[in-house]
C-alpha cells in the first residue's frame, strides 16, 4: 500500500487533490487555537487555511514529494531534520512518514478530509484506533466521508458508511451530506451520484 501511494506522488496520480481546499472544513469547522492533527495530508491548502484560522497544524503524510510542494506552493520558509519540515514562520509541520508509526500525543483537534477515505476496509479499524490514542477523548472532530455506490465505481477513494463512521466515533454527527459528483475525479464520473457527507464532535 505504501509503493502503491509513493507511486501516485511521483506519477502525478492526484486526483483527490483540492487546489482550493475543502468547501466543508471552511462550512463547519469552529476550533481556533486548537493543536490539530491532519492525518495523509498529502499537499492539502486545508493545512495554511487551519493554521490562519489561529490554529497550530502537524500533517503526517507519506510522500516527502507532497510536503515539499506544499511548502513551495505557499511560498513558506522551511527547516527540515529527521523528516519534519517546519514553517519557520507559521505554526505548521508535516511530519513524513508511515502514520501508523507516529506516536506523539496531546492533539485537541482533527482534521479527516482524505485519510479514512484513502484506505481500504481492512486497515480502517486499524487507522480510527491508531487516531485515538493520538488524539485527545474531547477533541474537536471534523470528518468528511464520501458515500457511493461501489459496485460500481472502485476507490480509493473509498466510500465509507455511515455505521461504520459510528463505529468508530459514536459521537460524531452527521450534519451535511451533500450530492457533489461534479468536483469527483474522472473515474467517478459515470456514477449518478457522490456524496460528500460531513461529521462534527467534540468541544
Request: net charge negative; hydrophobic share 40%; with cysteine.
Amino acid at each position: 500500500m505504501h509503493d502503491e501511494w509513493l507511486n501516485r506522488w511521483r506519477e502525478r496520480r492526484i486526483g483527490w487533490h483540492e487546489h482550493e481546499g475543502n468547501r466543508a472544513l471552511k462550512s463547519h469547522w469552529t476550533a481556533t487555537g486548537r493543536n490539530v492533527l491532519v492525518p495523509l495530508c498529502g499537499k492539502s491548502p486545508d493545512l495554511m487555511w487551519l493554521c490562519r484560522q489561529g490554529n497550530t497544524v502537524t500533517g503526517v503524510e507519506l510522500s516527502p514529494i507532497a510536503a515539499i510542494e506544499f511548502f513551495e506552493d505557499h511560498e513558506l520558509r522551511v527547516t527540515e531534520k529527521d523528516g519534519v519540515f517546519e514553517a519557520l514562520d507559521e505554526p505548521l509541520r508535516i511530519v513524513v512518514g508511515d502514520y501508523f508509526a507516529y506516536d506523539e500525543t496531546g492533539f485537541d483537534a482533527l482534521y479527516d478530509r482524505a485519510a479514512l477515505i484513502a484506505l481500504p476496509a481492512s486497515v480502517r479499524p486499524g487507522y480510527a484506533a491508531h487516531t485515538h490514542k493520538l488524539v485527545d477523548d474531547d477533541a474537536f472532530h471534523l470528518l468528511v466521508t464520501l458515500e457511493y455506490d461501489q459496485s460500481r465505481a472502485a476507490g480509493p477513494p473509498f466510500s465509507v458508511g455511515k455505521g461504520e463512521v459510528t463505529d468508530y466515533w459514536p459521537d460524531l454527527r452527521r450534519v451535511e451530506s451533500r450530492n457533489d459528483i461534479e468536483n469527483s475525479p474522472p473515474k467517478f464520473r459515470s456514477l449518478d451520484a457522490l456524496y460528500e457527507v460531513v461529521w462534527l464532535g467534540g468541544a
